[in-house]
């Protein structure tokens, strides 16, 4: 918007309390669309989980799992189970040394293989306890391993 300039002092003046007024209001405005901007995207951002998919990720489709891979083509598939690398030595391998992370996989009636035992333990009992300061999720997997046909079951325990 274009002002017309004063031919006087008092003109001058006038015209100078005009661009105050005007200076305040946009920054008022960007002030507040600023504000909204802000509080849309905080809510908006949210990656809580993010661990939990992660480390199941790198456990399912990772090449140094213990799901079968294909070399030729360099893809794992998560619903067959390489019974030789079904160790507790992969999994610590595949995690090397992640805090607050606990991990247990297991094939139908096979021994489970735990990453960080303890803390799997004690996050498993109080996961969806109120005011728990653990979570992650359990979930079954349709899976062979060899001739058996069995669910895999793959629990994930973190610390918020």
Do not use: C, W
């Not at 209001?25 to 949210?46: E, V």
């Not at 067959?80 to 040394?97: H, Q, R, Y």
């Not at 991990?103 to 735990?114: E, R, S």
């Not at 004690?122 to 069995?150: K, N, W």
């Amino acid at each position: 918007m274009m002002l017309p300039m004063p031919r006087s002092r008092k003109g001058i003046a006038e015209f100078g309390f005009q661009m105050i007024g005007y200076l305040v209001g946009y920054l008022a405005f960007l002030g507040i669309l600023s504000s909204l901007l802000l509080i849309t995207l905080r809510q908006a951002a949210d990656t809580h989980g993010m661990e939990f998919y992660l480390a199941q990720s790198r456990l399912l489709y990772s090449p140094d799992s213990f799901f079968v891979e294909d070399k030729e083509l360099m893809r794992s598939y998560p619903s067959i189970v390489d019974s030789e690398k079904l160790k507790e030595e992969t999994l610590l391998a595949l995690f090397a040394e992640q805090k607050g992370l606990g991990i247990k996989f297991q094939h139908g009636t096979h021994p489970p293989v735990f990453y960080n035992r303890d803390f799997y333990e004690v996050g498993e009992y109080v996961l969806d306890a109120p005011y728990s300061t653990y979570t992650g999720t359990l979930i079954s997997i349709p899976s062979l391993m060899g001739s058996l046909q069995a669910p895999a079951s793959l629990g994930v325990v973190y610390t918020r």
